[in-house]
């Protein structure tokens, strides 16, 4: 099993999974007294006589393990070590469901809200998974349904805890399932203009006043949900404003057609107007996430998409997108 050191413990300090087995009465009272009192009954790296007395085989069987790559381990001068949330997690995935219960796997899929650099990183890691760009609340829904393996994300909640970002609309369309949410980055959103900016756009409100027009996103967007909320504040309605009729359905759809002349301005991230090379005014910075099944995250797929953003190559694309801000990528946000 490959593991990425740098993301993944990141990603297990913040998981807590029940422990496996029946424990001996001993084993039950030291649980209790942990879980009283808040303390771990066993330490976050086991060492291989702990882990296999955790697991209930014997220690030469870890080694065996360790040597066929099928459990989760890191050296550190010369000894083995074994996460315990990362055991937990793999015993996990190993379960067997009666009856026909176990999820279907879902198809190769990230859907949710296109992202400029997610979009490059899929192609460029080999990674196998294809983007379907439906926006925010559409990829939330088909991961829900079974129908994606990941859902890109950048839902604004400017009410719900924290810094307003995602976690709300997770916990709402996912209540019950084994879902974690994992930081992308932060990206710059504002007004993608026409090249030179020819109506002189430096806010808001100048778009009623210019009579630009505005090409919008569908309403599951995340772009449009924001969009909506900074027009609120500024005290501006959206059926005031001239919106074409039909919306762009990703990104790329709105930055062509400002580009193109069809539109004054549309509301994007500031990659865009980079790559189409229009003028932009940054209105907010937002936080875009990945949101998955627990049982995805160490599969291959995943794995070699999370693996290759450790790399120069992805390091040297986000520096050259404008507006990201990557430092925080891998961090759990929320664990379902």
Known sequence: MALYLGTVFGFVRFFCLPLIGRFQDRRQKIQYIAEKYRISPL???????EVAEYLRIKERKVYDLVRQKRIPCTRVTGKWLFPKHLIDLWVARGTAFPGGTEPAVPPPVVAGSHD???????????????????????????????????????????????DGYNVAAVRQACAGMDVVLIQWGWRQQGLVLAPG????????????????????????????????????EAGIRLDALDVLEHPAWNETDLGLAVRAGRADA?????????????????????????????????????????????????AARAGEMDGYDMCGLGRVVYNG
């Not at 229009?278 to 949101?291: A, N």
Request: hydrophobic content about 45%; proline content about 4%.
């Open 43 to 49: 330490p976050d790296l086991m060492n291989t006589h």
């Open 116 to 162: 400029p650099l997610l979009d490059w990183s899929l192609r460029e890691s080999g990674c196998a998974l294809a983007m379907l760009s439906g926006g925010s609340l559409d990829g939330l829904k088909r991961l829900v349904a079974g129908e994606a393996v990941m859902c890109g994300m950048h839902v604004y909640d400017p009410g719900a805890d924290g």
């Open 197 to 232: 900016n020819p109506l002189g756009i430096g806010s808001l409100a100048e778009l009623a006043a210019t009579k630009a027009r505005l090409v919008a996103r569908q309403a599951e967007a995340g772009s449009q949900i924001l969009l909506v909320h900074l027009l609120a």
């Open 266 to 314: 549309g509301l994007a991230v500031a990659a865009v107007a980079r790559q189409y090379r229009l003028d932009f005014l940054p209105l907010h910075r937002e936080r875009y996430d990945l949101l998955m099944r627990r049982r995805d995250y160490f599969d291959e797929p995943v794995q070699k998409l999370l693996g290759f953003t450790h790399g120069e190559a992805f």
